[in-house]
T-cell receptor
């Protein structure tokens, strides 16, 4: 079974530039998550999709961050314009969804390490 | 609001000794609890989870965790540590009531670095 794929693995940009990250979840996983992991902290959820609908985006800085999952499979997270404090690892994860109580574990991709200078 | 605390930033043990990585949580209702491990330059990997039933949960690589509702804890344990267990460990919690509507997000602790010395 192929894992969660993410690209690019590393990205260096200057502040005020834009950047996009791509994620392809495990086949059959309806739920997709984007997390921000700042060095020394645990992952913080930015946005959660079920199929192509947003379930939770309460912690997404919507003035600069956007995400989409148009066909309910792969997803793109964009930052525009980037700030220095956006330097972090951006993790994508997916999980199975049964339509009931969601006790399923998440499968994570390798992450994209973003450095904003 | 739900939260997770991992009180130790670093745990050091000698190979062959038992290890414990601590986790306490706070949710308004009943929890789903998870442990994940992160090796350098790799994504998080699922180790084990507590949903319901037996308070002692067994997972991958010989790890186990004990759910204690009265102490709101879910400590990760292993009877005999290996050097290869050295990694960053994260505890996560999800509120069951909100999970049933698929609206409940998982909250992660800030991680504990486990170092096992030969």
């Amino acid at each position: 079974e192929a894992g969660v794929a993410q690209s690019p693995r590393y990205k260096i940009i200057e502040k005020r530039q834009s950047v996009a990250f791509w994620c392809n979840p495990i086949s059959g996983h309806a739920t997709l998550y984007w997390y921000q992991q700042i060095l020394g902290q645990g992952p913080k959820l930015l946005i959660q999709f079920q199929n192509n609908g947003v379930v939770d985006d309460s912690q997404l800085p919507k003035d600069r961050f956007s995400a989409e999952r148009l066909k309910g499979v792969d997803s793109t997270l964009k930052i525009q314009p980037a700030k220095l404090e956006d330097s972090a690892v951006y993790l994508c994860a997916s999980s199975y969804t049964s339509g009931g109580a969601e006790a399923y574990e998440q499968y994570f991709g390798p992450g994209t390490r973003l450095t904003v200078t | 609001a739900q939260s997770v605390a991992q009180p130790e930033d670093q745990v050091n043990v000698a190979e062959g000794n038992p290890l414990t990585v601590k986790c306490t949580y706070s949710v308004s209702g009943n929890p789903y609890l998870f442990w994940y491990v992160q090796y350098p330059n790799r994504g998080l990997q699922f180790l084990l989870k507590y949903i319901t039933g037996d308070n002692l949960v067994k997972g991958s690589y010989g790890f186990e965790a004990e759910f204690n509702k009265s102490q709101t804890s879910f400590h990760l344990k292993k009877p005999s540590a290996l050097v290869s267990d050295s990694a960053l460990y994260f505890c996560a919690v999800r509120d069951i009531a909100r999970a049933k509507t698929n609206a409940g997000k998982s909250t992660f602790g800030d991680g504990t670095t486990l170092t096992v010395k030969p």
